[in-house]
């Protein structure tokens, strides 16, 4: 539905975030308690909540992602398609990606736009 608001030149921060929520409402009912943000870049805002770590109730309070300063152009139209994304997160070094690994890959990112 937010593709198609999207392609449509409408408001679909709306979509976006409902559909954040409805991810973290499944983990929850999992029994996940913290979610990473993960990001594909795309902008600084999007880059800057890349690798951070929350309890699923504070993500679920605040709703930090979808960012609301994204500037990312979907296909080149209308600013803000978020690309973070949340994943599960165990606190397990066995299953969790380093967070070296998140700082490296936004330095990466950052001097990727600087282009």
């Given at each position: ?33 913290k979610v990473r943000i993960v990001s594909g870049g795309g902008c600084p ?51 969790d990606t380093p967070d070296s690994f998140y700082e490296e890959l936004k ?9």
């Open positions: 539905m937010a593709l198609f608001l999207q392609e449509e030149g409408k408001e679909f921060f709306g979509c976006l975030q409902e559909s954040q929520k409805m991810h973290l409402m499944e983990y929850k009912r999992q029994k996940v308690e805002a999007c880059i800057d909540m890349m690798g951070k770590v929350l309890a699923i109730d504070v993500a679920l309070k605040e709703m930090p992602i979808p960012v609301k300063d994204c500037t990312f152009k979907l296909h080149g139209k209308n600013p803000g398609w978020c690309r973070c994304r949340y994943i599960p997160y165990l606190n397990d070094p066995k299953y330095e990466k990112r950052i001097s990727e736009l600087k282009r």
